[in-house]
Structures are given as structure tokens and as C-alpha cells.
């Protein structure tokens, strides 16, 4: 195991030839790709947290089948040997300086900029439900805290109504809102409660997943668990002591009309922005997501600033798939932009997102740019349009180990960039 690293001294400004934002898995998975070729490199990573979690864990643990401490690493054991921690928030950037302003006042001054801290989960988008979360039957695996109390009220609900909602893309995870549903659901039948208890699926979205190939093998779990669909539907307030989801429908005409739901159990996944810091930068589009080229994941105005993960504005699923695949491609092209490697790398919108249908089958969704299916596998050996236990097997057991002891090391399996070879569309 690599020695633990320490965050920086803070009594002083610093340069680095490379500088990382963000600590996550695109942030890590950089940092050891970028070690990984260049060993000499003098890199840097910022970021505030002293915990390290891998969130694609937190479905499962919502379902009992993990458990919440086995998602959870100390920062300070993931960061590569060899790179520098600074252990601080980012108050804002100036790129035409080659800088990034620290909170405390203090500049960290850069040859190439790697943004990738990921983005902000808007809980307070929706009223009421700061104050009711974790209690009053309101829970979100989208929280590390949180996701055990939704196994808590999974295993306690004998009848009534269940609800689970799915904000306007774009999310971490576009998927993971169906998890929480399925997997509830499969729990509920395997114990006989399902007949007493109305699990409903409130969308904000037209459609229940983006890309159709995956679509009906998801409509038969919809139908088999007898889920009451709703699409167009955003939540925008929750009453926990009363037990009252307030939903806006957005009617065909462009109207709306608001309708009000009781529940025993509600599931949330909230709004989803980029970092406030991201936001007043000069680094997003309109939308406010950090703008990039979908292929080289540089910058489109600033030519020493790649991108990464969920703050991009690449049009893949925001996932940590992405990021896996992502990662590899921008450590290689920093590196070009440094005169240390020849040849610009090129990400094709790959993102993955294995549908926890029931305890013990997943639909592996695979695809990249455009809804254009890309499975890993061959379909004789693993058909992802196809609920399958093999890819229980992987989501389980095999991803887990593969996220701490591959990609958070630099060990880029089933990763290798490609070299650019043509434009790639989104």
C-alpha cells in the first residue's frame, strides 16, 4: 500500500506543472494515468475532502447488499505517491493568469489545468426537503449518510405508498433513480408485501432511459412490479412531518399544473448543478458546465485547461464509467500539450450504467456519444439488453476491486486511450 499522502503546507503560494481540481474518481484516476506515464511529472491536486467514496456503491447499499463503510476510503490513501495534496477549497479561477484561487487566499499558479471536481447535488431546489431528509420516511441514496436509512425504511415498509423521483438531466447517474425503485421492489416481492404497497416512479423526463435498446427489458420489471410510471413529473416540495410530495406536471401544450402526493416512503434524487465556483467561472457555456471538446476534452477557449467527469459538458452519461474511460484520454493529452508525448488521445462518449433490476440481475447499459450501444463484452458471453446475473456478478464483486486496485491506481484495463483520429460528434 502507498504511503499516506499529507495535504501541502499552507503558508505559501505554489506552482505545479500540472494542476488538478477535484479529488474524485476523475481527479484520482488522472493523476495516477498522468503518474503512470511520466513518473517525473510535478502534479498537484486540490481538494478540501477528507474522505474519498465510491458513490456507484451506494445503490447497493441501499439494498442491504453492501454495507456503507465498505464505499468510504481516507483521501489521504488514494492519492498517489508522488503527487502533492492541497487540502482546500477553490474560491475561483483566472485562467489569462494560469491560476486557481484558494479560499484562504492563497494562488496556485499552473502550466496545464485538469477541472474535475465533479458537481453539486441542489437539495435545497426542492422545498422543505433539507429539513426532512433522513427522517418522516425521506431518504436519497444519493448521500453516503443517507443510503442505509433507505435500506432501514426498505426492510420496515409492510403497506402504503412508496415514491421515487427523478430530476431534469442532467444527473450523476442517469440510471440510479430506477435502482432505488427495483431493488425496493424486488425486496418487497421477495417478502411478500408488494400486493400492499404502491411503488410509483414520478419523471421528470418523457422517457424511462435514454437510450431504447435497454428500454423494454426495463418496461417488463415496470410492468412485473406493477410500478404506476409518471413522466413529466419534477418535485418541488416535500412536507416530511405530514407526508406530502408537491409535483409539478408539465403538460403537452407547455402548461403546468401542480399535484400533491401522500407517501410512507420517498426517495429523492435532486436537482443536479455544476459546483457554485464552476458556475461564476469563465470556464462554462450557458448552461454552466465547464465547455469542452466531446473528443480531446480540452477546453474550447482556454487551450492549457482539460475537463473531466460530471462538470463537462459532454453529452456522455455522467458516470464513473465516463470517468474511467475519460481519465486515460486527458492524461494523455496533457501531455502532448506538455511536448511529452506525440500524439493527441480521443474519448467517444463511453459511459456505462448497470441497472440493478433485481438482488442478483443487472441490464448492463453500455453506449457512448449519441445513445450508439458499446458493450464490452460479446453478446454470447453477456447480452447487456438482457437482465443477467453475470452482470450481478461484475457490479458486485468485480467493479469494486476494479475501481480502488485499477483505475484509482493508473492501471487503465479495458481504458486504453485511442488515438484522435477523427472529429467525434455528440
Given at each position: 500500500m502507498p504511503a499516506l499522502q499529507s495535504p501541502a503546507d499552507s503558508s505559501c503560494a505554489d506552482h505545479h506543472k500540472v494542476v488538478i481540481v477535484g479529488a474524485g474518481a476523475a481527479g484520482i484516476a488522472t493523476a495516477s494515468s498522468l503518474i503512470s506515464r511520466d513518473p517525473s511529472l510535478d502534479i498537484a491536486v486540490i481538494d478540501p475532502a477528507d474522505v474519498h467514496y465510491y458513490q456507484p456503491g451506494w445503490t447497493m447499499v441501499g439494498a442491504g447488499v453492501f454495507d456503507a463503510p465498505s464505499t468510504a476510503r481516507t483521501m489521504a490513501s488514494t492519492i498517489p505517491r508522488g503527487v502533492r495534496w492541497i487540502k482546500a477549497r477553490v474560491e475561483r479561477f483566472d485562467p489569462q493568469a494560469q491560476l486557481v484561487m484558494l479560499e484562504d487566499g492563497r494562488a496556485v499558479s499552473y502550466e496545464q489545468l485538469v477541472v474535475c471536481p465533479g458537481l453539486k447535488l441542489d437539495w435545497n431546489a426542492i422545498?422543505?426537503?433539507?429539513?426532512?431528509?433522513?427522517?418522516?420516511?425521506?431518504?436519497?441514496?444519493?448521500?453516503?449518510?443517507?443510503?442505509?436509512?433507505?435500506?432501514?425504511?426498505?426492510?420496515?415498509?409492510?403497506?402504503?405508498?412508496?415514491?421515487?423521483?427523478?430530476?431534469?438531466?442532467?444527473?450523476?447517474?442517469a440510471g440510479a433513480p430506477q435502482k432505488a425503485l427495483y431493488l425496493s421492489c424486488?425486496?418487497?416481492?421477495?417478502?411478500?408485501?408488494?400486493?400492499?404497497?404502491?411503488?410509483?416512479?414520478?419523471?421528470?423526463?418523457?422517457?424511462?432511459?435514454?437510450?431504447?435498446?435497454?428500454?423494454?427489458?426495463?418496461?417488463?420489471?415496470?410492468?412485473?412490479?406493477?410500478?404506476?410510471?409518471?413522466?413529466?413529473?419534477?418535485?418541488?416540495?416535500?412536507?416530511?412531518?405530514?407526508?406530502?410530495?408537491?409535483?409539478?406536471?408539465?403538460?403537452?401544450?407547455?402548461?403546468?399544473?401542480?399535484?400533491?402526493?401522500?407517501?410512507?416512503?420517498?426517495?429523492?434524487?435532486?436537482?443536479?448543478?455544476?459546483?457554485?465556483?464552476?458556475?461564476?467561472?469563465?470556464?462554462?457555456?450557458?448552461?454552466?458546465?465547464?465547455?469542452?471538446?466531446?473528443?480531446?476534452?480540452?477546453?474550447?477557449?482556454?487551450?492549457?485547461?482539460?475537463?473531466?467527469?460530471?462538470?463537462?459538458?459532454?453529452?456522455?452519461?455522467?458516470?464513473?464509467?465516463?470517468?474511467?474511460?475519460?481519465?486515460?484520454?486527458?492524461?494523455?493529452?496533457?501531455?502532448?500539450?506538455?511536448?511529452?508525448l506525440p500524439t493527441l488521445a480521443q474519448y467517444d462518449g463511453y459511459g456505462s450504467c448497470p441497472l440493478t433490476v433485481e438482488r442478483g440481475k443487472i441490464v448492463l447499459a453500455e453506449f457512448t456519444y449519441g445513445g450508439k450501444v458499446a458493450p464490452s463484452f460479446p453478446r454470447w458471453l453477456l447480452d447487456g439488453r438482457q437482465p443477467t446475473r453475470l452482470a450481478w456478478l461484475l457490479k458486485a464483486q468485480i467493479l469494486p476491486p476494479l475501481y480502488w486496485k485499477g483505475m484509482l491506481k493508473g492501471r487503465e484495463w479495458l481504458a486504453r486511450p485511442q488515438p484522435l483520429v477523427a472529429e467525434v460528434g455528440q
Amino acid at each position: 500500500m502507498p504511503a499516506l499522502q499529507s495535504p501541502a503546507d499552507s503558508s505559501c503560494a505554489d506552482h505545479h506543472k500540472v494542476v488538478i481540481v477535484g479529488a474524485g474518481a476523475a481527479g484520482i484516476a488522472t493523476a495516477s494515468s498522468l503518474i503512470s506515464r511520466d513518473p517525473s511529472l510535478d502534479i498537484a491536486v486540490i481538494d478540501p475532502a477528507d474522505v474519498h467514496y465510491y458513490q456507484p456503491g451506494w445503490t447497493m447499499v441501499g439494498a442491504g447488499v453492501f454495507d456503507a463503510p465498505s464505499t468510504a476510503r481516507t483521501m489521504a490513501s488514494t492519492i498517489p505517491r508522488g503527487v502533492r495534496w492541497i487540502k482546500a477549497r477553490v474560491e475561483r479561477f483566472d485562467p489569462q493568469a494560469q491560476l486557481v484561487m484558494l479560499e484562504d487566499g492563497r494562488a496556485v499558479s499552473y502550466e496545464q489545468l485538469v477541472v474535475c471536481p465533479g458537481l453539486k447535488l441542489d437539495w435545497n431546489a426542492i422545498e422543505g426537503l433539507s429539513d426532512t431528509l433522513g427522517r418522516n420516511g425521506v431518504t436519497s441514496n444519493y448521500r453516503y449518510d443517507l443510503a442505509p436509512y433507505t435500506w432501514q425504511l426498505v426492510q420496515n415498509l409492510k403497506k402504503g405508498s412508496a415514491l421515487f423521483t427523478q430530476p431534469p438531466m442532467p444527473i450523476k447517474c442517469a440510471g440510479a433513480p430506477q435502482k432505488a425503485l427495483y431493488l425496493s421492489c424486488d425486496h418487497w416481492l421477495r417478502q411478500g408485501h408488494l400486493g400492499a404497497i404502491k411503488a410509483r416512479f414520478f419523471n421528470a423526463g418523457a422517457v424511462l432511459f435514454g437510450v431504447p435498446d435497454y428500454v423494454p427489458a426495463l418496461m417488463a420489471y415496470i410492468e412485473k412490479y406493477a410500478v404506476d410510471l409518471n413522466y413529466s413529473h419534477r418535485l418541488v416540495a416535500v412536507d416530511g412531518p405530514n407526508k406530502r410530495a408537491t409535483f409539478v406536471r408539465t403538460l403537452p401544450d407547455g402548461s403546468s399544473e401542480t399535484r400533491v402526493e401522500g407517501f410512507e416512503m420517498l426517495h429523492v434524487v435532486p436537482p443536479q448543478v455544476a459546483p457554485d465556483f464552476i458556475r461564476q467561472s469563465p470556464l462554462v457555456d450557458a448552461a454552466g458546465w465547464v465547455d469542452v471538446d466531446p473528443a480531446t476534452l480540452r477546453h474550447r477557449q482556454f487551450a492549457n485547461i482539460h475537463a473531466l467527469g460530471d462538470v463537462t459538458n459532454t453529452s456522455n452519461a455522467k458516470t464513473a464509467a465516463a470517468a474511467r474511460k475519460q481519465a486515460p484520454v486527458v492524461a494523455n493529452n496533457v501531455l502532448v500539450a506538455l511536448g511529452r508525448l506525440p500524439t493527441l488521445a480521443q474519448y467517444d462518449g463511453y459511459g456505462s450504467c448497470p441497472l440493478t433490476v433485481e438482488r442478483g440481475k443487472i441490464v448492463l447499459a453500455e453506449f457512448t456519444y449519441g445513445g450508439k450501444v458499446a458493450p464490452s463484452f460479446p453478446r454470447w458471453l453477456l447480452d447487456g439488453r438482457q437482465p443477467t446475473r453475470l452482470a450481478w456478478l461484475l457490479k458486485a464483486q468485480i467493479l469494486p476491486p476494479l475501481y480502488w486496485k485499477g483505475m484509482l491506481k493508473g492501471r487503465e484495463w479495458l481504458a486504453r486511450p485511442q488515438p484522435l483520429v477523427a472529429e467525434v460528434g455528440q
